[in-house]
């Protein structure tokens, strides 16, 4: 039986802060801000609307992308995992369970939610 390390250390183009503003502005802020200039452009016959939405769309795609990679990186990393479950077949046929914490878990109570990695045979 294994036991990995389940306390693997962070690989990310981006510190947790960062992700979650990045996130933000790509799901959120800048559609919303390049709609409402496309929109208020267009009524009222302001300068640059093309330019100007078409910018908020490039950096809206940047920001996407930056997010979709960074979490990729953190997934792969095992990072998320605070410990990990093997699970084997006892010689009588019956499942056994064996559960490995991190060895960060002073930190556990500060936690909403947890995640184990789930070694199967």
């Not at 306390?7 to 960062?18: D, F, N, R």
Request: charged letters at 15%; zero cysteines.
């Amino acid at each position: 039986m294994t036991n990995p390390s389940p306390t693997a250390t962070p690989v990310s183009l981006l510190s947790s802060k960062q992700y979650d503003r990045a996130l933000l502005s790509a799901t959120l802020i800048l559609p919303l801000i390049g709609g409402f200039w496309f929109g208020i452009a267009g009524i009222w016959g302001l300068p640059h609307q093309a330019e100007i939405s078409g910018t908020i769309a490039v950096l809206n795609v940047l920001f996407g992308g930056l997010t979709a990679v960074s979490k990729k990186l953190y997934d792969v990393s095992g990072a998320k995992f605070i410990g990990v479950v093997n699970v084997t077949t006892s010689d009588t046929g019956k499942k056994l369970y064996e559960l490995y914490m991190g060895e960060n878990l002073d930190k556990l109570d500060q936690m909403n939610e947890i995640t184990f990695k789930v070694n199967k045979p």
